[in-house]
């Protein structure tokens, strides 16, 4: 085994994607999507989200095409957006495919049975949102959601995402 004092696979500075790279310069509030029921779930680690003011509220997301997540909820309808926290991380790792899990993602946690989908039970502040549409954006896939409902709980020590990796709350 060989360990590196860098990125191993980091391109050389002058062929960095630059639009890959001004996104990494964003800070970003680390949130997980669920959907389904115990027979067909799937989550995933989101960064890119916003949410949009109205009556009903909504929230953008751009979510990857390929992954199960977007498949359940493009087939349902219907998810459960939850913020995640510092402890958090690992079940942010393992939902975004880039940390074993073993028996998949779901048994790291303990979970609440919604219409919706799954909610991670510890979070504190989540939303259940219904699809209202879908498109294609550059390498994703663009969804609007209505906020069908929020819960706003305290927030301790919020996971954030910043140049490809996960910060600690500041002191």
């Keep these: 085994m060989t360990i590196h004092t860098s990125h191993p696979f980091l391109e050389p500075e002058g062929d960095r994607d630059p639009v890959r790279r001004l996104r990494g310069r964003q800070t970003a509030t680390v949130s997980l999507w669920t959907a389904g029921s115990d027979g067909d779930r799937a989550g995933l680690t989101v960064s890119s989200w916003m949410v949009a003011g109205g009556e009903p509220g909504r929230v953008l997301a751009l979510l990857d095409p390929d992954a199960d997540l977007t498949d359940v909820l493009l087939d349902t309808g219907r998810a459960v957006l939850q913020l995640l926290s510092w402890p958090d991380r690992g079940l942010a790792e393992a939902f975004a495919g880039t940390a074993p899990a073993p028996g998949g993602p779901f048994r790291m946690a303990d979970w609440v049975a919604t219409a919706h989908g799954p909610r991670l039970a510890h979070a504190t502040t989540w939303a259940l949102v219904s ?27 919020p996971l954030v995402h910043r140049r490809g990796r996960f910060s600690p709350p500041s002191a």
């Design 131 to 157: 699809l209202e549409s879908e498109a294609p954006v550059g390498w994703s896939t663009l969804v609007t959601c209505a906020l069908d409902e929020v819960i706003v709980g305290e927030e301790r020590d």
